[in-house]
T-cell receptor, first 117, second 114 residues
Framework: SQELEQSPQSLIVQEGKNLTINCTSS?????LYWYKQKYGEGLIFLMM?????EEKSHEKITAKLDEKKQQSSLHITASQPSHAGIYLC?????????????????FGQGTILTVHP | KAGVTQTPRYLIKTRGQQVTLSCSPI?????VSWYQQTPGQGLQFLFE???????NKGNFPGRFSGRQFSNSRSEMNVSTLELGDSALYLC?????????????FGNGTRLTVT
């Protein structure tokens, strides 16, 4: 089965600093999703990347997909306390027949981000 | 547009009991997926329903079951509860007919088994 490894596991930064979270897959990535979660709450969809080299931005958050490296990175510019939370990457899972499995994502273990004012 | 709604938010049950969790998807979404989240195992896929049919299933025992109604609302049932079933149960909805369709999650139901 596909595994996703996130690094770092936790990150503490001062407000205004830039930061990067990485998500590395043991298999080829077909559809990579980034979510944010406040403790004990649901996941908030940030963005989805499908093609190698693709880059998307939402406000101060940018995500890239490096298909060759089977890796995605999430970069936050000028971090704010509102960015604090758990960031999770999720990947679409290929079924045994080679197609993707609807509704089924494999998730990394998450990166806990703390931003000090 | 209303998001994914899960009820109840919190549940406390005793070992051996059964429980039913409910999920109302975003209007227009026909796919509903269920996930279990625990500190040790992280997010684990339970099953996915589309147009009242289970299309996908994770590696959970048969005590975990679900169903979907014609209005796309879904329920998840866990029978003979065990202590290890204590978790945050999340439901997610999507349009479901596209391969890379983003999942939109609800706030979850926190189940505690004593």
């Amino acid at each position: 089965s596909q595994e996703l490894e996130q690094s770092p596991q936790s990150l503490i930064v001062q407000e205004g600093k830039n930061l990067t979270i990485n998500c590395t897959s043991s298999k080829t990535l077909y559809g990579l999703y980034w979510y944010k979660q406040k403790y004990g709450e649901g996941l908030i969809f940030l963005m989805m990347l499908q093609k190698g080299g693709e880059e998307k931005s939402h406000e101060k958050i940018t995500a890239k997909l490096d298909e060759k490296k089977q890796q995605s990175s999430l970069h936050i510019t000028a971090s704010q306390p509102s960015h604090a939370g758990i960031y999770l990457c999720g990947a679409a899972v290929l079924s045994n027949a080679g197609g993707t499995s609807y509704g089924k994502l494999t998730f990394g273990q998450g990166t806990i981000l703390t931003v000090h004012p | 547009k209303a998001g994914v709604t899960q009820t109840p938010r919190y549940l406390i049950k005793t070992r051996g009991q059964q429980v039913t969790l409910s999920c109302s998807p975003i209007s227009g979404h026909r796919s509903v997926s269920w996930y279990q989240q625990t500190p040790g195992q992280g997010l684990q896929f339970l099953f996915e329903y589309f147009s009242e049919t289970q299309r996908n299933k994770g590696n959970f025992p048969g005590r975990f079951s679900g169903r979907q109604f014609s209005n796309s609302r879904s329920e998840m049932n866990v029978s003979t509860l065990e202590l290890g079933d204590s978790a945050l149960y999340l439901c997610a909805s999507s349009f479901g007919h596209e391969i890379y369709s983003p999942l939109h999650f609800g706030n979850g139901t926190r189940l505690t088994v004593t």
